[in-house]
């Protein structure tokens, strides 16, 4: 290695002025990152001289790629567009998908541009919807008085007949406009973001990109603590709320150098006799906070990066990770009550709200296991409950975008739907064992569907 | 490493004899705990299960767990001798070798298969396992850009794809990459396009299964 030098951030892609230490890399030169929020390491290989560079943040802040939706047309972004002088300007946007709000006003600018500089020049502007974000309202108001002839279209009506021609066919006009068309491209994340995704082990975000859609992510954060995603990197409204995003990292950015706590004040530990480096708790950890420990030649929990999800200890297949938390034990008065198993980040919330509503605990007279992740349920513990005791199981877990743990949900629903799949496979107790997904809002959904289940119990 | 996976359950319930008292199931925290079928996880949780399965049945069968670190080298088989003295059968979830291995050193007990060893191969994705070698005895790796034709094309050619090649994928499933796609995409890339021109003589098979049961000795151990 050349050398190390220690940050406060890194821009992985594009740099934005701040009054942090900062260093800027290319996607490209990037080829491995190790460590957690506040001591990340990036390894680099920028012309086959690696160099190991200490950064406390990253935020990940590639480009769109453009892809031009119509062969001939120009690009609304460019500013080397052709203006032909016997044909009219043609400015299309949500073709063949809705754009993102702000093309909107790149169109609008783009158009009274055209007019200013060529006063006596016919413009369409031809669009789906228009989103008045900013000062796009204004700019609408120019445009109408500048005599830009606005043509709204829904899905059907617009059709490419060739490269130059569009006809436009609605119940009151049929038109067939031929000129010089700048066209909205289609916005796609760049082509190193698969590259990227791997190194800060995220997982697959949304229509491809960075970020999952995922309340706890907005609106700039990762699986992965202290790594932020921005533009090109987060999601296709990204560029909408640029200048936001941008405010709100660099806020967490300064609120993380003042500082950063553990989650919780559990060590997971990792038996080094036991751990065969399979790398199951790497790959399953949600927010990227297992690393390999060269020392003991084993896996190990960044604690800082940790949050306390449990997913890894429940995954690993040698029982090499340890807790001294006993979170799967079982609290109740009556072992004939029905068991709960209960996600504290939906279940837990929602119950508690519905109690403040209604003066009355929905959990009252059931067994409860307080998970904080339904994530954590295993084969074999559903299996030990379902001998050692005679009542029913209810898993209460999480709506897709309201999992803390991300990907938690899903795999909880892997596992209940393999158990099943084991219990009716040797007929039996098959219909023992229940599965909900809830988010913390539930609260009334929570009372009513538990007082259905205990009535169907019942019977 | 060498891939299984565990075998339906109600096949494992199956092969347990009718008169089964007491049961080991025997871990192995190798490759198959790495392929997550053959660990300490999957035991207790294949316990677990057989327990709910023969107390629902009225049968009082008492099971136990041991899992050690190969079930293939005699060593570590210490470690299984008195769990396998004190059970009636022993229920083995390595891989076939670890199965045989374990039988060979036991030969009074009924030693069964928990697992099905499926292939040498890669993890490609969180629980997610590809076929990368046929384990020919013969590695022909470096003349085809590194990529297998003997394991990652289905008909195991070796002078070019069949006709059944389509868009880069192979003929037998959907789900299968053409493996000549892959060795000449990877050999493109590498410049080495004209070493596939070389018309490849018939494969020796004597290496492979077809010259019967192999084994090998390292010869600083062995005097010819």
């Known amino acids: ?459 | 490493m060498i891939v299984g996976k565990l075998k339906d359950i109600k096949e494992i319930k199956d092969s347990l004899p009718d008169d089964i008292d007491s049961l080991l199931i025997a871990g192995c925290g190798s490759c198959v705990s790495v392929s997550l079928a053959g660990g300490e996880r999957e035991a207790d949780s294949l316990k677990e299960l057989l327990n709910l399965y023969y107390q629902s049945k009225g049968k009082s069968v008492s099971i136990e767990t041991e899992t050690i670190k190969r079930q293939c080298d005699d060593e570590f088989l210490d470690e299984l001798e008195l769990p396998v003295a004190r059970n009636q059968v022993v229920l083995s979830i390595a891989c076939g070798v670890g199965v045989q291995h374990l039988a060979i050193n036991n030969p009074g007990k009924i030693i069964l298969p928990g697992l099905d060893t499926t292939f040498y191969g890669r993890t490609s994705d969180i629980g997610k396992w590809e076929e990368m070698c046929h384990g020919c005895g013969k590695c022909i790796l470096d003349q085809f850009a590194g990529v297998c034709p003997v394991a990652r094309c289905s008909k195991s050619l070796l002078n070019g794809p069949c006709g059944g090649s389509q868009d880069g994928i192979c003929e037998v499933d959907d789900s299968i990459d053409c493996g000549w796609q892959t060795i000449y995409d990877r050999a493109e890339e590498l410049g080495q396009l004209e070493n596939l021109l070389d018309f490849e003589s018939p494969k020796d098979w004597s290496t492979y299964k077809d010259g019967g049961v192999r084994s090998h000795k390292n010869p600083e151990f062995f005097q010819e």
């Open chain 1, 1 to 459: 290695m050349a050398g190390k030098r220690k940050f406060e951030l890194a821009w992985i892609g594009d740099k934005e002025e701040t009054d942090f230490e900062s260093i800027q890399i290319s996607a490209e030169d990037l080829v491995a990152c190790q460590g957690e929020i506040g001591d990340f390491k990036l390894i680099c290989n920028k012309e086959n001289q690696p160099e190991e560079i200490n950064v406390a943040n990253i935020i990940i802040n590639l480009p769109y790629q453009e892809e031009p939706v119509l062969e001939k047309a120009d690009s609304l972004f460019s500013d080397d567009y052709d203006i032909n002088e016997d044909k009219p300007v043609i400015i299309l946007q949500d073709y063949p998908e809705l754009s993102a709000a702000v093309i909107s006003q790149a169109g609008l600018e783009k158009a009274l541009e055209i007019k200013d500089n060529y006063p006596d020049k016919e413009v369409y502007y031809l669009y789906q919807a228009m989103r008045f974000i900013e000062d796009n309202d204004r700019l609408y108001e120019r445009a109408r008085e500048s005599e830009i002839i606005f043509l709204k279209f829904d899905l059907g009506q617009l059709k490419i007949i060739e490269e130059e021609i569009i006809h436009y066919n609605r119940e009151d006009i049929d038109l067939k406009l031929n000129g010089n068309i700048l066209a909205a491209p289609e916005l796609k994340p760049a082509k190193e973001t698969e590259r990227i995704a791997r190194i800060f082990n995220l997982a697959d975000g949304y229509k491809e990109y960075l970020q999952l859609d995922n309340i706890y992510l907005q609106p700039t954060l990762s699986g992965k603590r202290g790594v932020y995603l921005l533009k090109g990197s987060r999601g296709p409204t990204a560029l909408t709320y640029f200048e936001e995003e941008l405010d709100f990292t660099l806020n967490e950015v300064s609120k993380n150098l003042a500082g950063v706590a553990e989650i919780d004040k559990y060590d997971r530990e990792v038996d080094d006799q036991k751990c065969i480096l399979c790398y199951t708790c790497y790959r399953v950890c949600p927010h990227g906070a297992i690393q390999r420990d060269d020392e003991l030649n084993s896996m190990k929990v960044m604690d800082l990066a940790c949050q306390g999800c449990n997913l890894c200890l429940s995954r690993c297949p040698t029982n090499a990770i340890q807790i001294e938390d006993d979170y799967l034990k079982i609290e109740g008065e009556n072992e004939q009550d029905p068991i709960l198993i209960i996600c504290e980040n939906s279940a837990e919330i929602a119950a508690e709200k519905y109690n403040s509503m209604v003066g009355k605990d929905p959990l009252e007279s059931y067994q409860k296991i307080e998970v904080p992740c339904v994530s954590t349920v295993e084969r074999g513990q559903i299996f030990e409950i379902l001998s050692k005791y005679s009542s029913d199981i209810m898993i209460l877990g999480c709506v897709s975008e309201a999992c803390k743990h991300l990907t938690g949900h899903d795999r909880c629903q892997q596992v209940v739907e393999r158990i099943k799949e084991d219990l009716e496979k040797l007929e039996i107790e098959q219909d023992r064992v229940h599965y909900e997904r809830l988010s913390p809002r539930m609260a009334a959904d929570l009372g009513a569907f538990l007082a259905d289940w205990k009535e169907a119990l019942k019977q």
